[in-house]
């Protein structure tokens, strides 16, 4: 089932929490809400799922799941799955009971006997394997057991669309890499429509056919993970992807200087800020004509494929972070304290917070 | 059913609430508090409308009603004062320390608020009478209870000992290990520490469960009649008073007294409410 | 662990003042009354019990109890749920004015009941013309102990149901349980201690209402006479022994309360230890 969103906007009392904003999500699709806290993520999720109301404007919003208008429909008739930040898993019912609670509230017309009950909850129990534990109750499991029974219980009612407010958030890394990885297969096994919210840039672009980036209550760019990476529309999906470091000075005849730092750049004179990712800062033991951006090694983690370096240097406010292959880091035997010279592979230069990208690459 | 069938079926714009109920409980919740609070009050306020702001004066500040107040807030003075340091003593004793015979302990304090006031009230005159248990140990030593006020603050801080117990002791056990040790490892020795660091913190408690002890004791009837030996101008309270002129059918008087009585204790009943609520914005930030 | 206070000679006299006193203030009382009510012996006690008086008194105390708990547990469930699910304008003050009747002396209740309804009060006048009358009858008593019983239920469940928010309800909603069914299966089996708790204080307190019924009952023998009333008239009567019969019943209520509260307590704090 698709999801429109119209006009979708959202105060509470004086403070806006979501600018009118407009989203289509397509069949089949699983689209993470990303941004800082207070973005507005959680508040567009629960207005999808109908646990808060949009605001009444004067071109009044609409919501549609498929062809068919859910604006004014009640969140228990939408036919949606909720899956709790903090699970919201029932306390006094045990795994069996909290599953099966959707199926036994229905309208006795459409409720399965209680056999049936019985078989797609362990089904389900199953499918999150814990059907050994179904008779535990909440309180006696892990967390990530908690957020398996949350799932099955919003998956009991068949739901057309699954809603998931920071599925991951109060888990430890571990738990996390696994339930991701999990959530993902049962996505395109069972091929529903899936949202999920977080603030982490790794999960959502990890999990994502689509993200969606926000911040104070707007959308700042919707893309597939690896558009979004490469090209980010403004500074903020910029900044917010991924760690940067800055490069800030004046523009005289083509040449940016700062400190005793310069830079050989293709722009008008005044004053500029450039923008680069650790992977596009190169190190060298000599400075070029190009650049002269000299640095000292102030910390070293060779965890992971790649070594992450930390430089400081006179002219930067900010430490800057480069990332060095392994081979790379012996052949130039670094280690702290060592003097060496800055080369960006490419940089990128937004005129202002909103505006999109230029983005300027040389030969490394 | 289908989406599409549900969509006809809309809730009318507006009263779209997540959770059900809302009408129903605004509605029940609303008419109670109307007819059992507020509606009452204004056979207060008819009454009261028929007396003349002199008439009015009269009564509420004549000689015997004016000794009535003296006694009823002299009383529950004491008694709010004997109340905030037994209190202390008992929530300390009841969070820090762990004895045979706590949970009993523990259980009593509730006694009062359990007992009806008239059986306490007929409890305590029959023990501090000359002839009762206690009387006959005290008046031999020269202190006269029954029948005096010290009678009546005794009644009153046996029904309104649980005030202050209560109040204290949640925030006494929500009080972390470290402000103990912390408080030790710079030096401070127990009573200074005791002065400096856990009084300042349990301050808002004790004066939040004292002063609900003081609105209770000023309005308290059914303890302290019977002990109270009722002399005008000396032993005599003040809900005693709206009594006697309920007895007299003197309803004008009676409305007048009560107005009175009703004002002090709804205003101190709201103050007691701000203070409390600014207590808990600054501990706990943001709303209250 | 070393705590301010832990010194065995502060220990050993703090504990054994707070014992004391507590023997001295509260169980002397407690022991006194039931010493008071056996002290001419069981038959004495029995006849005082069984007399007709008393089981009239002993029936319209429970016939008015077993009225305002169904009363105050409808209002107390209704505004908990009304001031802790929902948010509009007005929530502070509605949960400011449950506590009038904590802070109005019972006197003072009686006296605004007596006025309103009456002979003389606007509603009477009107009931009277229909000749029916509250005051002085069993419907007044039932009226003022609803006044000064109703914050009880509330007052239990309020803090409750805000530590526990509304989360796991709006997770029954989004699975699609309606009104009954969401209250009966996801929030009463989370506040059933709460609500009983607050039941048994409001049954304590309305088995024992003493100022407010005073001034509305008319306190006629056989008729109008509550337990509470009873036991004063004995009393003033200078029959202490009879009075103290009556007194060691509404005490045995007392005990059972605080044996529910204490029972009910220790499971709470199990449950927590538990989770």
Known sequence: MSIHLYNIGKHFGATRALEPINLDIHEGELVGLLGP??????????????????????????????????TNVHVRDRRIGFVFQHYALFRHMTVYDNVAFGLTVMPRKRRPSSSGIRSRVFRLLEM??????ANRYPAQLSG??????????????????????????????????????????????????????????????????????MSDGRIEQIDSPETLYRVPKNRFVFEFLGDVNHLEGRVQDGVLTCGDARLNVDLPNGHEELLLRPHEVRLAEAPSIESHL????????????????????????????????????????????????????????????NSTAEIAARAA | MSLAALSTRRIAAGQKRVLPGFGLSMGISVLFISLVLLLPMTGLFGQLAELS???????????????SYMVTIGAAAVAAMVNAIFGLLLAWVLVRYEFPGKRLLDALMDLPFALPTAVAGITLATLYASSGWMGSILEPLGFQVAYTWVGIALAMAFTSI???????????????????????????????????????????????????????????????????????????????????????????????????????SLTLLLAINIWQGRFIRRLHGGKG | MRRIGDAPAVRRVLIGAAVVLSALFLLLPLVAIFAQAFSQGVGVFWGNVSNTYTLHAIALTLGVALFTIPICLVFGVALAWLVTRFSFPGRRLLQTLIDIPFAVSPVVAGLIYLLLYGRNGWVGTWLDSYDIQLMF????????????????????????????????????????????????????????????????LTNARAVGEFGAVSVVSGAIRGKTNTLPLHLEQLYQDYNTVGAFASASLLALIALLTLAAKASLEWRASRREAFI
């Open chain 1, 128 to 133: 999150v394997k814990l059907e050994h534990l």
């Open chain 1, 37 to 70: 806290s207070g973005s507005g993520k959680t508040t567009l999720l629960r207005i999808i799922a109908g646990l808060e109301n949009a605001d009444r404007a004067r071109e009044p919003g609409k919501i549609l799941f498929g062809k068919c208008d859910v």
């Open chain 3, 137 to 200: 009858a069993w419907p007044g008593i039932l009226m003022v102990t609803v006044f000064v019983t109703c914050p009880f239920v509330a007052r239990e469940l309020i803090p409750l149901m805000q530590a526990q928010g509304s989360r796991e309800e709006e997770a029954a909603v989004t699975l699609g349980a309606r009104g009954w069914t969401l209250f009966r299966r996801v929030t009463l089996p989370n506040i059933r201690w709460a609500l009983l708790y607050g039941v048994i």
């Open chain 2, 162 to 264: 649980p005030f202050v117990v209560r109040t204290v002791q949640p925030v006494l056990e929500d009080m972390p290990n470290e402000v103990d040790e912390a408080a030790m490892s710079l030096g401070a020795r127990d009573g200074v520490a005791f002065r400096r660091v856990i009084i300042p913190h349990l301050w808002p408690a004790i004066v939040t469960g004292t002063g609900l002890a003081f609105v209770r004791s000023l309005g308290e009837f059914g303890a302290i009649i019977f002990i109270a030996g009722n002399t005008p101008y000396e032993t005599e309270i003040t809900a005693l008073m709206i009594f006697v002129k309920l007895q007299e059918y003197d309803y004008a008087g009676a409305s007048a007294i009560a107005s009175v009585v009703l004002f002090v």
């Open chain 2, 53 to 67: 702001l002199a008439e009015y004066w009269a009564i509420v500040t004549e000689g015997r009603v004016v000794a």
């Open chain 1, 294 to 353: 000299p640095v000292t090694i102030t910390a070293i983690s060779p965890v992971g494929a790649e070594v992450r370096v930390e430089l400081q240097a006179d002219w930067l406010a900010k430490p800057w972070l480069a990332t060095v292959r392994h081979a790379d880091f012996e052949r130039l035997a670094l280690c702290r304290g060592l003097r060496l010279y800055a080369h960006p592979r490419q940089w990128h230069r937004f005129k202002d917070k």
């Open chain 1, 144 to 213: 990530g057991q908690q957020q398996r029974v949350s799932l099955a219980r919003a998956l009991a009612v068949e739901p057309d669309v699954l809603l998931l407010d920071e599925p991951f958030g109060a888990l430890d890394a571990k738990v996390r890499q696994e339930l991701r990885r999990w959530l993902r297969h049962l996505h395109d096994e069972l091929n529903f429509t899936s949202v999920f919210v977080t603030h982490d840039q790794e999960e959502a672009l990890e999990l994502s056919d689509r993200v969606v980036v």
